[in-house]
């Protein structure tokens, strides 16, 4: 049987995934219930200031709604971010903009019901790393996305990296068995940490607080077939895993 390894050490994803994949029905009720309004997020912001403070009360549901929620109602889905349309919603779109509540419900739940093919782990990245290396498939495809180099800090992260960390992380991916797959942004430093292996470079659009057009760079395994691109890939993306639903 095939299975799926999602790990992230912020304590709010792995709370969303948790959420997802063990509380599923309460998840969506929450999802259908919870009016998208100025005054829940405020809410949500709340718990979510609270919930990842130790003893604070917040189930880990409370706290994967409420990353949830404020995914879905930031500008590029940062949980830290302003909400879509400012609090006054005189910008051209309002916080309901990304929150189909019937789409997203169909979403969650068709993912739930693959709970028994999927592992969750709140681990660092190198942890992470040291747990699966020999435990996984010869064939198994790994994909990690660190915190930025440059803009890594609490202005898109909760949980962000130091230089040493990023190079820690790097010799790590570099001595594994299986073919992976790294994306970071494009700068000096990462392209020198992994020189000599295969990589993507793609421009990229923001629209975090400014909206800026930055450059991203993917690195392969040695073995992975990389699709040959003659200019920079021009995509627009949000700064925040949960996009993958």
Same mark, same amino acid.
């Given at each position: 049987m095939r299975y799926v390894h999602i790990n992230d050490i912020d304590i709010s994803v792995f709370s969303f995934w948790h959420s997802v994949l063990y %509380? =599923?029905?309460?998840?969506c009720d929450l999802i259908t219930a919870t009016p998208v309004t100025i005054e829940s997020w405020e809410r949500q912001r709340e718990i979510q200031q609270k919930g990842r403070q130790e003893d604070s009360g917040i189930s880990r549901l409370e706290l994967g709604f409420s990353t949830f929620f404020l995914n879905r109602t930031n500008r590029s889905g940062i949980i830290s971010g302003g909400v879509i349309g400012g609090k006054e919603q005189t910008g051209k779109w309002k916080i309901d903009a990304r929150f189909n509540k019937e789409e997203l419900v169909h979403r969650i739940c068709k993912i739930g019901r693959?709970?028994?093919?999927?592992?969750l782990s709140n681990l660092d990245a190198l942890d992470f790393l040291t747990t699966l290396n020999g435990k996984i498939a010869p064939e198994s495809l790994i994909y990690l996305d660190p915190p930025y180099? !440059? +803009? $890594? =800090? %609490?202005d898109l992260y909760t949980r962000f990296y130091k230089k040493e960390d990023h190079e820690s992380v790097a010799k790590k !991916? +570099? /001595?594994l068995k299986y073919n992976w797959m790294v994306s970071y942004d494009n700068v000096p430093e990462i392209c020198r940490f992994y020189k000599g292996f295969q990589s993507l470079t793609y421009d990229i659009h923001y629209s975090a607080r400014d909206r800026? /057009? $930055?450059s991203e760079v993917m690195f392969f395994s040695e073995k992975l077939k990389v699709p040959l691109v003659e200019e920079p890939t021009s995509v627009k993306s949000s700064a925040f895993q949960l996009e993958l639903i």
């Open positions: %509380e =599923t029905e309460h998840l693959y709970r028994n093919r999927i592992r180099f !440059v +803009k $890594g =800090t %609490e !991916v +570099k /001595k800026y /057009k $930055g």
